[in-house]
């Protein structure tokens, strides 16, 4: 009887949930379709000053100043709009198309701080609204937004040449596009600032739209006759597919997000990763990291899972149940707040697995996705369930309500008028930080296509396979995460210096600072080279004075390639 009212109670809670969603979907979208084209362009009510097709980020000025074009977000607003044009949902939108090739054509040229078209400049992350080089001191370079651009303008041009204009693709699309994959193809293994901006290192989310962009090109090549370039792209792409799953880390099972930065690894970076490189007909598939492979579910419990206990917000929430997230843990940037950009994506991701596992008729539980699925049903076991199971619409049902809950919980704090800034405080929900952020306008959008079901076109992400080995044109370096296990008092970190460079040569004024968020396990990671006897060891600094553990020096071998984890205690 107890789980009968245990049942009746979760789906009359699921229902009213779902009516929430629904209700805020129906309110939202045309405020959020009407937010992204607000900041576009000299005709936006918001983006006054700027050129046409230019995306204006936010238009905040002050704390903070988003009033500028940063290629990545425009790429990512413009694939949005390119797939509601290009599925027919909104036939509208080919004038904005148009001038935003024009206007990334310009910004393409435009000579900045990282260089020429020729010297580094595609590389360049933002741009003044009237498509001038910013000067001022920034994390650059930044390598996914050639991929991302090239992405959205391949995704235009399959579309043109399926409706009979190979030549406006031949002559107008493929020079721009051909810019930015030559770009990825001669740079992918060289470090990017993260896609926040902040960390230095190789990043996974820059690493997997990269591998799509290469995928994408090629065949776009192939159809209209530019082979010469599709060996260059095919190799580099086995070569970037390969190097993906050196982020894995297996325990507790997440991918790392970045090989440096000296944070746990757990990041939104990830989950966006997730949806943004979805491909309807590659299945479950892992080595792509598609939405509801084990290894992405299992990424994506352990990322979510990390903020449950860190905002106010979520303060009393059951641990089978949605949560506010933002960007990483252990974020300090404008208070370190959820972003709704965030929170949508979770959902997204999940909606992308039921898509998958209706299209398939089955879901698989692995000992990989076992704790992610362990949320749902306590009494699952791995093996795959058909959707004629009881298990499987358990399951379904309880994951599609999981996924309503993030949605649900941006609704919450989505003010009445329905403006979505970037983020939303972590104590009370108050909206806070940039307001009108396009990106947030653009990640509601696509979450509620999601969750309606519906998907963009494959770029070929089935059937891949991988390379026993990764090549580089540069010395062979590979991610090492650093745990130990380390009880301080407050004022005191712990910190990591060793043997190589990378690990300061021990010199202890340099030594990296590891993260505290699982304390009492202090983490980092960090790139080594490659086949490499490494001594290290922990320190503990408080008010300048440095204690060091006790000998001997800790010591091991990196190997030729893929992730090591060394789990250790202070001693």
């Not at 204006?56 to 074009?69: E, F, I």
């Not at 001038?99 to 990334?104: K, P, R, V």
């Not at 090239?150 to 406006?168: G, P, R």
């Not at 010199?507 to 505290?516: K, P």
């Given at each position: 009887m107890w789980r009968l009212v245990s049942v009746l109670g979760f789906c009359a809670s699921a229902f009213t949930q779902s009516n929430t969603v629904d209700s805020y979907i129906s309110t939202e979208s045309s405020i959020a379709k009407a937010g992204v084209l607000a900041n576009i362009g000299a005709s936006g009510a918001k983006s006054s000053g700027a050129y046409p097709g230019v995306v204006?980020?936010?238009?905040?000025?002050?704390?903070?100043?988003?009033?500028?074009?940063w290629v990545r977000d425009s790429s990512l607003v413009f694939k949005m709009l390119i797939d509601q044009y290009t599925s027919g949902q909104d036939t509208t939108l080919r004038?904005?198309?148009?001038?935003?090739?024009?206007?990334?054509?310009n910004i393409q040229q435009v000579t900045n701080p990282s260089g020429t078209v020729s010297t580094g400049g595609l590389g360049e992350p933002k741009f003044?609204?009237?498509?001038?080089?910013?000067?001022?001191?920034?994390?650059?370079?930044?390598?996914?937004?050639?991929?991302?651009?090239?992405?959205?303008?391949?995704?235009?041009?399959?579309?043109?040449?399926?409706?009979?204009?190979?030549?406006?693709?031949?002559?107008?699309?493929?020079?721009?596009?051909?810019?930015?994959?030559?770009?990825?193809?001669?740079?992918?293994?060289?470090?990017?600032?993260?896609?926040?901006?902040?960390?230095?290192?190789?990043?996974?989310?820059?690493?997997?739209?990269?591998?799509r962009a290469l995928r994408q090109g090629s065949a776009l090549a192939t159809a209209i006759g530019q082979t010469s370039v599709v060996s260059g792209y095919n190799t580099q792409a086995n070569n970037i597919l390969c190097f993906l799953q050196s982020y894995w880390n297996p325990s507790p099972g997440f991918m790392t997000a970045n090989t440096g930065g000296g944070r746990s690894g757990r990041d939104a970076n990830t989950v966006l990763t997730s949806i943004h490189i979805f491909d309807v007909?590659?299945?479950?598939d892992g080595v792509t990291f598609q939405p509801c492979s084990d290894v992405a579910l299992s990424n994506l419990k352990v990322y979510v899972d990390s903020f449950r206990e860190i905002y106010g917000i979520n303060a009393g929430i059951p641990a089978n149940q949605a949560v506010a997230t933002g960007r990483y843990p252990e974020d300090v940037y404008q208070g370190g707040n959820p972003w709704y950009l965030a929170s949508f994506a979770v959902a997204e991701q999940l909606y992308d697995a039921l898509i998958v596992w209706s299209n398939e008729g089955s879901l698989t539980v692995t000992d990989v996705s076992f704790p992610f699925f362990q949320q749902f049903d306590s009494s699952i076991?791995?093996?795959?369930?058909?959707?004629?199971?009881?298990?499987?619409?358990?399951?379904?049902?309880?994951?599609?309500?999981?996924?309503?809950?993030?949605?649900?919980?941006?609704?919450?704090?989505?003010?009445?008028?329905?403006?979505?800034?970037?983020?939303?405080?972590?104590?009370?929900?108050?909206?806070?930080s940039a307001v009108d952020l396009t990106w947030s306008y653009a990640s509601a959008l696509t979450v509620f296509n999601a969750r309606a079901g519906m998907t963009s076109a494959s770029w070929g992400a089935a059937g891949l396979a991988v390379s026993p080995t990764c090549s580089t044109s540069k010395a062979a370096i590979v991610p090492v995460v650093f745990n130990?296990?380390?009880?301080?008092?407050?004022?005191?970190?712990?910190?990591?210096?060793?043997?190589?460079?990378?690990?300061?040569?021990?010199?202890?004024?340099?030594?990296?600072?590891?993260?505290?968020?699982?304390?009492?396990?202090?983490?980092?990671?960090?790139?080594?080279?490659?086949?490499?006897?490494?001594?290290?060891?922990?320190?503990?600094?408080?008010?300048?004075?440095?204690?060091?553990?006790?000998?001997?020096?800790?010591?091991?071998?990196?190997?030729?390639?893929?992730?090591?984890?060394?789990?250790?205690?202070?001693?």
């Open positions: 204006v980020a936010s238009p905040s000025t002050t704390n903070p100043d988003y009033l500028y074009t004038s904005h198309i148009d001038d935003f090739i024009s206007a990334e054509a003044n609204i009237d498509e001038t080089a910013f000067t001022g001191p920034w994390g650059r370079p930044q390598r996914d937004g050639p991929a991302l651009r090239s992405t959205a303008m391949i995704t235009y041009a399959n579309w043109l040449i399926a409706n009979n204009n190979e030549s406006h693709v031949t002559n107008t699309l493929w020079p721009i596009i051909k810019l930015d994959l030559d770009y990825v193809m001669n740079n992918w293994n060289e470090t990017t600032f993260d896609l926040w901006e902040e960390v230095d290192s190789s990043s996974f989310f820059t690493s997997a739209v990269q591998h007909e590659a299945g479950c076991t791995p093996g795959t369930y058909s959707s004629s199971t009881p298990t499987y619409s358990t399951l379904t049902t309880a994951i599609r309500s999981f996924a309503d809950g993030f949605v649900a919980m941006a609704a919450k704090y989505t003010p009445s008028g329905g403006g979505l800034a970037e983020q939303y405080s972590r104590s009370d929900g108050t909206p806070t130990v296990n380390a009880t301080t008092v407050p004022g005191q970190s712990i910190y990591l210096t060793g043997s190589v460079g990378a690990l300061t040569d021990w010199n202890t004024t340099d030594a990296i600072l590891m993260s505290s968020a699982d304390y009492p396990m202090w983490s980092t990671a960090v790139d080594l080279p490659a086949n490499t006897q490494i001594q290290y060891k922990y320190i503990n600094i408080a008010n300048g004075d440095v204690t060091w553990e006790s000998d001997p020096n800790n010591e091991f071998t990196t190997p030729m390639f893929g992730i090591t984890t060394l789990n250790d205690v202070w001693r």
